[in-house]
């Protein structure tokens, strides 16, 4: 379906081009041109573009390994078994960031420069960070510094994940600089479908990814110049400080508005896994009858919260944001009294956006005492962090990155999962790069990674 799809597109664009070619030739001008598509254009199609992919099937793929669903049906019943084909999901994922919101936002970024529009550099940077950050969690070391060039350079070198993350702290603290300036030029408004051109939002989300990437190192924090948790928490102390300021991504309720997760549980591919419906049901917790219903006595994802036609996209959030307060102060001091109140406040703000008015505020002060408290060693308080950040941040892919780097939540493998792809048939520690870079582009790292090699911050 989707190669289809892409073939009407490339016709329909052919044809386009070519009802414009005696224009342009009479104009020497080309209309078509991304450099001259305005930010305000270029704006609400790359941000729809990062939430369609951040709700898709890396998401589902990480999901899968991090035991959230269980794969039952096509790709994912393949996935259940950690076999992970480089000619489908990841390709179409890999194929999909690079020639969408990556190349589309740093068009923008150079037109707003042109234009002086600030602001527009500043949240394209923001949201360059955050699809480097996510490709870069998911697959390791990936091109961009000589990427994002279309066909001038079609072997890009890739770049050390290293490297990667320098650039996406880089492109952060260039987007808070961006957003502090004042001019007189386009500001975004309605075009900006996240924050509708609230610019001291933006800032606070630029910080919360800074937060979130810096966490992301903590087991490399021996060789840094720089202590990661304490960069976290210092990047927390001007980010997203309540559920007001989360950037979530709204879809809608037409056919062509449609939350791309929706599809995946309508079709019946995965279900939860009965080792997460387990831990909600040993906790009592009250997100259990959010994340997904129980029909004919069987569990199922479909309507739930994250799954229904109009269900939004959370990208960033402040329950995020205190987890990562939480996790930094118990690193840089596990007797921090106030790591317990940033765990409480996550746990707390989470209970509140999912379940809404229809629990009452004492089941969840009940269950914020039973089990946001931080007792134990320095293992046992992370134990704890790590579970509930896990439990709160369902359908997003930093439970695999949290589980990667802590080794919590604690998961058994699935079984049948030892094959040549994914030797040993350990939970996976990586996607396998895509087929068409495997094959094309001669800068492809050797020897082909498996789905157990780990990559730079995860060894």
Known sequence: MKKVNKTIKITAIATLLLMVSCEISEVNINPNSPTQVPENVILPFAEESIARLMAGSGQVMSGIFVQYYEGIDNHPRQVQQYVVNEALYVEWDWNDYYDGPMINLKKMIEVAKGNGNFYYVGIGNTLLALCLGNVTSLWGDIPYSEALDGANNKSPKFDTQKSIYEAIQTLLDTAIVNFNKSYNGRKPTTDDILFGGDIAKWKKAAYALKARYYMHLTKR????????????????????????????????????????????????????????????????????????????????????????????????????????????????????????????????????????????????????????????????????????KYIAMFASIESWTDYRRTGYPVLTPNPNGDNPQNPGGAIPRRLAYPQTERLYNKNFPTPLPTLQDRFWWDE
């Open 221 to 388: 924090a021996a060789e840094l110049d720089f202590n990661p948790a304490q960069k976290a928490l210092e990047a927390c102390q001007n980010a997203i400080s309540s559920s007001s300021d989360d950037m979530l991504f709204p879809y809608g309720y037409s056919a062509s508005e449609y939350n791309p997760f929706y599809s995946f549980t309508r079709l019946g591919y995965i279900i939860p896994n009965i080792s997460f419906t387990s831990l909600l049901s040993a906790l009592n917790d009250p997100r259990k009858d959010f994340y997904y219903k129980k029909k004919f006595g069987l569990a199922n994802l479909e309507n739930s919260y994250f799954t229904s036609p109009n269900s939004p996209v959370f990208m960033i959030t402040y329950h995020e944001l205190k987890f990562i307060e939480a996790e930094a102060r118990l690193r840089l001091d596990e007797n921090d009294p106030l790591a317990q109140t940033a765990l409480q406040q996550g746990v707390r703000a989470n209970l509140n956006k999912i379940c809404g008015d229809a629990v009452p505020q004492a089941t969840i002060d009940s269950y914020v005492t039973a089990n946001a408290n931080l007792t134990g060693d320095f293992e046992n308080k992370l134990k704890t962090i790590i579970r509930q």
